[in-house]
Nanobody, 126 residues
């Protein structure tokens, strides 16, 4: 069992920044990696970023590479997604996930062994 709680979403102007947080807990947390997905109305879910348990490996989707940075605070069991130079097309519900490997976030593997947070809304608009 893994519990995930996201925070940090909101309304921001184009070109602005937000930092999302994902506080993770649970007895089996060490068996999972933490990543981020987003989904906009009428669009498919998109895997954005993921960080390995050691923090030594990260994944970014092409759509956010160079603008978003994933990091972790191991002591706090919290993963962050720093989002810079936000664009209107970044508007979506953002979800923190716990999955067996970053390949799931990258879309190259599928799993039913996953946990999702409740989501946090990000709106980029002037």
């Amino acid at each position: 069992q893994v519990q995930l709680v996201e925070s940090g979403g909101g309304l921001v102007q184009p070109g602005g920044s937000l930092r999302l947080s994902c506080a993770a807990s649970g007895p089996t947390l060490n068996y999972y990696v933490i990543g981020w997905f987003r989904q906009a109305p009428g669009q498919e879910r998109e895997g954005l970023s993921c960080i390995s348990n050691s923090g030594s490996s990260t994944y970014y989707a092409d759509s956010v590479k160079g603008r978003f940075t994933i990091s972790e605070d191991v002591a706090k069991n919290t993963v962050y997604l720093q989002m810079n130079n936000l664009k209107p097309e970044d508007t979506a519900m953002y979800y923190c996930v716990a999955v067996p490997g970053c390949e799931v976030v990258a879309g190259t593997e599928h799993t039913v062994d996953d946990y999702w947070g409740q989501g946090t809304q990000v709106t980029v608009s002037s």
